[in-house]
């Protein structure tokens, strides 16, 4: 079996415990207080909460899926493939929160899975480096710390409406992103033994910002429904991984003259897509709404 064929198997497995995951843990999020407490607040009070644990658990076997296709593919391929973990969280949030996914969402939802499969065959993603310089690095914090700090900004000022959630969910998932990237780094050092990855700085960097992602996307799951939290923190988590993945670790997408053309088309499909299910769920009255979540 060819590598990136092993690398979409992988990607897909990690996909579908994310999702699982993720479930689990939106739940925990809404049910663990009433009170309106802040990200480090509500994240203090998880670490308590057993089910928000299996939760964990569950999606931190998706993250081993996730590092070890990294290991045999490119963070655009993989990154892409797990947006399809949207198709498996929609319908397990529906059940829990007893309600139907309607027509239109799995309508939506499809269109969502095909644009990413459309990426991932047109786009034809090849990989590039493991690791990056650290003056790349420097430009990444430059222009990624503004603009979160914005979204969290705006999140405490839209504080217990829909638009809270979509911001928070923009931070969680650009850290997300983030997280491949260095997951990357981290899996290419493995193969140069344990002291080497040990002092690579990839994985202290690693750890921080998945410790950040996961605050921020269990306020993300607090502020509003899952759809109006997930598939915005889904999308947002592979494009930023994807431009991390060009611009900082040199990967290239090759779908040809005639195929950059559909790769626009699918890029904003997938785009159309999850802004439709977002506004969709948000005016369902299937999951719970929460009382405000500053950021």
């Given at each position: 079996?060819?590598?990136?064929?092993?690398?979409?198997l992988?990607a897909?497995?990690?996909?579908?415990?994310?999702?699982?995951?993720?479930v689990?843990?939106q739940?925990?999020?809404?049910?663990?207080?009433?009170e309106?407490?802040?990200?480090?607040?509500?994240?203090?009070?998880?670490?308590?909460?057993?089910?928000?644990?299996l939760?964990?658990?569950?999606?931190?076997?998706?993250?081993?899926?996730q590092a070890?296709?990294?290991?045999?593919?490119?963070v655009?391929?993989?990154?892409?493939?797990?947006?399809t973990?949207?198709?498996?969280?929609?319908p397990?949030?529906?059940?829990?929160?007893?309600?139907?996914?309607?027509?239109?969402?799995w309508?939506w939802?499809?269109l969502l899975?095909?644009s990413?499969?459309v990426?991932?065959t047109?786009?034809?993603?090849?990989e590039?480096?493991?690791?990056?310089?650290f003056?790349?690095w420097?430009?990444?914090?430059?222009?990624?710390?503004?603009?979160?700090?914005?979204?969290?900004?705006?999140?405490?000022?839209?504080?217990?409406?829909?638009?809270?959630?979509v911001?928070?969910a923009?931070?969680?998932?650009?850290?997300w992103?983030?997280?491949?990237?260095l997951?990357?780094?981290v899996?290419?050092?493995?193969?140069h033994?344990l002291?080497?990855?040990?002092?690579?700085?990839?994985?202290?960097?690693?750890?921080l910002?998945?410790?950040?992602?996961t605050?921020?996307?269990?306020?993300?799951?607090?502020?509003?429904?899952?759809?109006?939290?997930?598939p915005?923190?889904t999308?947002?988590?592979?494009?930023?991984?994807?431009?991390?993945?060009?611009?900082?670790?040199?990967?290239?997408?090759?779908?040809?003259?005639?195929?950059?053309?559909v790769?626009i088309?699918?890029?904003?499909?997938?785009v159309?897509?999850?802004?439709?299910?977002?506004?969709?769920e948000?005016?369902s009255?299937?999951?719970?709404?929460?009382?405000?979540?500053?950021?």
């Amino acid at each position: 079996m060819a590598r990136a064929d092993i690398a979409v198997l992988l990607a897909l497995c990690a996909a579908f415990f994310i999702a699982i995951g993720d479930v689990i843990q939106q739940r925990s999020a809404h049910e663990v207080t009433d009170e309106q407490v802040s990200p480090i607040q509500l994240f203090s009070r998880l670490l308590r909460d057993k089910i928000w644990w299996l939760g964990s658990v569950v999606g931190g076997a998706g993250f081993g899926f996730q590092a070890a296709a990294l290991g045999f593919g490119s963070v655009l391929l993989v990154q892409a493939l797990l947006v399809t973990s949207l198709l498996f969280a929609l319908p397990m949030s529906a059940y829990f929160a007893h309600r139907r996914v309607s027509r239109s969402q799995w309508l939506w939802a499809v269109l969502l899975a095909a644009s990413v499969a459309v990426i991932v065959t047109v786009g034809n993603p090849t990989e590039g480096h493991s690791r990056a310089g650290f003056e790349l690095w420097i430009w990444v914090i430059a222009i990624m710390g503004p603009a979160l700090a914005l979204c969290v900004i705006g999140a405490r000022v839209w504080s217990g409406k829909p638009a809270a959630a979509v911001l928070l969910a923009l931070v969680s998932g650009s850290l997300w992103g983030l997280f491949a990237v260095l997951t990357k780094g981290v899996v290419g050092r493995i193969d140069h033994g344990l002291e080497a990855m040990l002092v690579s700085p990839e994985l202290y960097a690693w750890a921080l910002v998945a410790v950040g992602a996961t605050a921020w996307q269990q306020s993300a799951f607090r502020a509003g429904s899952m759809a109006a939290s997930l598939p915005t923190m889904t999308v947002t988590e592979p494009i930023v991984g994807s431009v991390l993945g060009i611009f900082v670790l040199g990967e290239t997408l090759r779908p040809g003259e005639a195929g950059w053309f559909v790769l626009i088309i699918a890029v904003g499909a997938m785009v159309l897509a999850t802004a439709a299910l977002a506004r969709g769920e948000v005016t369902s009255t299937g999951a719970p709404a929460a009382e405000g979540v500053p950021g």
